[in-house]
């Protein structure tokens, strides 16, 4: 499924990298560019957009022009992508309903996989946001509307490669080697994965790799 994307921040220079950046993906084509919050809300109307990447802290956004777009357009999912937030800046995102968030200095394919896994109805935090969501002592998950539920929960085949890989003793480099990816995406992987499945530790991880079938058993009972 492709998804429709429209580009909501004010600056030229971040429309145009995140053009070159999304363009070349197959299943992301960019249907528009929007410079403030009126301009946003039209153009969402108009084309649609399955995702919208918006800086919420750029001149003529804010968190509001978020919430005001998912009153009328509940489906439409946002992606915040600013410089380094302010701990406010970051929970009104939150609670205006932002789906996913990153940074601008995040590298390509934490980018790709923000829109990817966000077009797909998943959540996406680089590992910088996560960080500061915990520096905040936030619980992004209490912020979001609805509430979680009992639907089963599903990694990608991307996560279920690194979860393999982590279970397997990989470090991060190695894996971030083997994969393709750069090692802070491979952390990043990693803390929305903890997010995802609720665990807090690497163990946990490793249960959950043996019990779904991601790595045999044999390799943690027969170790000499």
Do not use: W
């Amino acid at each position: 499924m492709r998804i429709k994307t429209l580009l909501a921040d004010k600056s030229e220079l971040t429309r145009v990298g995140l053009r070159c950046i999304l363009e070349p993906v197959p299943r992301i084509t960019i249907v528009g560019e929007a410079l403030d919050a009126g301009d946003m809300l039209a153009k969402i109307e108009a084309l649609q957009p399955d995702v919208v990447m918006i800086d919420h802290t750029a001149e003529g956004f804010g968190a509001e022009a978020v919430r005001d777009a998912l009153r009328k357009h509940p489906r439409t999912r946002f992606v915040a992508i600013t410089p380094d937030p302010s701990q406010m800046a970051l929970m009104s995102a939150l609670r205006a309903g932002v789906a996913s968030y990153i940074k601008k200095d995040c590298k390509r394919d934490e980018i790709i996989d923000a829109v990817l896994y966000t077009g797909d109805g998943q959540k996406f935090f680089c590992g910088k946001i996560l960080r500061a969501i915990e520096a905040a002592s936030l619980k992004p998950d209490r912020l979001f509307q609805p509430a979680l539920d009992c639907s089963p929960v599903t990694l990608s085949d991307r996560e279920a490669q690194v979860i393999a890989l982590i279970a397997e003793g990989f470090s991060y480099t190695r894996i971030a080697d083997r994969l393709c990816l750069s090692a802070h995406t491979v952390t990043t992987h990693r803390k929305n994965i903890m997010q995802k499945l609720g665990v807090n530790n690497t163990a946990a991880l490793v249960l959950y790799a043996v019990k779904h079938g991601l790595v045999s058993p044999n390799k943690f009972l027969f170790n000499a």
